[in-house]
């Protein structure tokens, strides 16, 4: 029988290890393994974890030494996961991420790689430091330098990562309740619930909680997993209400954002479609733009080095003028965003080319003139008006007059090779509007 999962997820300092120390505590007549990966301190976590258990490091303990989880996937991780199972004789397994490991690859080589057949991922649990995630994207705070840790690469920005934990899990664990009133606490619930509507929330103090909210779960769902996170539903429900590619020039005129939406969070559009915005509860609020128009690269990086005040996240695909072969991702989170570039637009490509791309997916949308190239983001804001937002997203497009000129031309910061990301960060010069 295949052994069930259960990843741990979290900020560092979140509270995983305690969580992690009460669960071993707590479900003591069961055979739990643990896999602990703590960047830079990797033997005091696991040193705190066999002081609640008889079992030792280097043996049902293992504690990855060689840095993080993500850069030795595929490598260390599966290799000893899979060492573990074949040496030892245990019925459970935790495996406790750094606080900078994004899930999602971490999730992929319990389904897809070496260690599928043994194990079955039970669940994904992230847990929040309540206090932390209320500062940081309530109150629209910068990250205290002190509570950042260091990414795989050194170029992820931190808030991402927390964004993308949420974003990536099965069951929420929100801890440190302690330390944030109970306005403050249903306030973080919320965005948590709009960030990523399919997991459970659960809050606590401590960790304090009984193994059975936390092991098996049975949650986990790898497609649903990826198709969970909150941005990305607005997104695909956007696209898939068929009216939302206008043609370019059109925008201005057209209906090419989404929906409108009246304060009780209904639909005006009469389009037949099962999209409903989150109900609107301590302020915060779902909008997608679209449009089938390039951003100005130095309108649109100027806009990012100076987000609105309450946008919490932005992310889908961008078209920047002068990159006409880049999808570039755009994740605001906070004060922080990241541009990568993660495909290539299709109407790129040779026209052969395009004519099979476009037959395995008869769905895209297609513009006569720009193909698949477009703006689609999804926004997510607390107490903002996200329509100003869309009023300033739709001045970082190019103007009729510069559609005409050589794009080129533009100073462009914006990545260009696959896989080439750019940070942008607030600017910090007194002069932002955060
Ligand atoms: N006030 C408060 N402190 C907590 C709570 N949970 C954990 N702590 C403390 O927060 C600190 C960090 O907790 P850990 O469990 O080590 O957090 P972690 O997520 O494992 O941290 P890393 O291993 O650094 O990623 C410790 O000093 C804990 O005692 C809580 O609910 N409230």
């Known amino acids: 029988m295949a052994v069930p999962v259960t990843i741990l997820c979290g900020a560092l300092g979140a509270g995983k290890t305690t969580l992690l120390s009460t669960l071993l505590e707590r479900a003591s007549d069961r055979e739990i393994a643990v896999v602990v990966n703590d960047v830079g301190s990797v033997n005091v976590d696991a040193d705190l974890v066999e002081a609640h258990t008889d079992l030792e490091t280097g043996e049902e303990v293992l504690a990855l030494e ?22 030892y004789d245990f019925e459970y397994l935790i495996v406790e991420a750094s606080g900078v490991g994004e899930p999602e690859p971490i999730a992929h080589q319990f389904v897809r790689g070496p260690p599928g057949g043994i194990y079955d991922l039970d669940a994904i649990v992230t847990v929040v430091n309540a206090r932390q995630f209320h500062d940081t994207f309530v109150d629209g705070d910068d990250l205290e330098p002190t509570q950042q840790g260091p990414d795989e690469d050194g170029t992820r920005p931190f808030a991402d990562l927390l964004l993308e934990q949420v974003e990536f899990c ?6 440190k309740c302690d330390l944030v009133d109970g306005a403050e606490r249903d306030a973080v619930v919320a965005l948590l619930e709009t960030l990523q509507p399919n997991a459970p929330v659960v809050t606590t103090e401590y960790g304090d909680l009984e193994p059975d909210a936390v092991l098996e779960t049975g949650l986990f769902d790898f497609s649903a997993a990826r198709a969970a996170a909150g941005w990305k539903q607005a997104i695909e429900s956007t696209a898939a209400d068929g009216h939302e590619h206008t043609k370019s020039g ?22 037949d479609h099962d999209h409903t915005h989150p109900p609107e509860r301590y302020g915060i609020t779902v909008e997608t733009f679209h449009r089938v128009r390039p951003f100005h690269p130095e309108r649109f990086l100027a806009f990012l080095e100076n987000p ?40 790129s490509f040779s026209e052969r080319q395009q004519e099979t791309y476009r037959a395995g997916q008869p ?14 983001l999804a926004l997510i804001g607390h107490d903002i008006d996200l329509e100003a937002v869309v009023e300033r997203l739709e001045e970082c497009l190019l103007t009729d007059a510069e559609l005409e000129t050589d794009w080129s031309t533009f100073e462009n910061p914006a990545p260009t090779a696959m896989n080439e990301r750019r940070i942008v960060s607030s600017r910090d010069d007194g002069e932002t509007n955060r």
């Open 308 to 347: 609105p005040a309450g946008l919490v996240r932005a992310k889908g695909l961008t078209w920047i003028a002068g990159r006409e072969r880049a999808a570039i991702t755009t994740s605001l989170a906070g004060t922080e965003t990241s541009l990568e570039v993660t495909g290539r637009w299709i109407a």
């Open 170 to 175: 099965d069951l929420l664990v929100l801890n």
């Open 250 to 271: 059109d925008e201005h005129e057209g209906h090419a954002h989404g929906h409108e939406q009246d304060d009780h969070g209904h639909d005006h559009d009469d389009h």
């Open 66 to 87: 060689n840095g993080c989880i993500c850069c030795s996937l595929g490598g260390e991780l599966s290799r000893s996961v899979v060492r573990l199972w074949k040496r």
């Open 363 to 376: 769905d895209l949308a297609w513009d006569d003139q720009w193909g698949d190239r477009e703006n689609r």
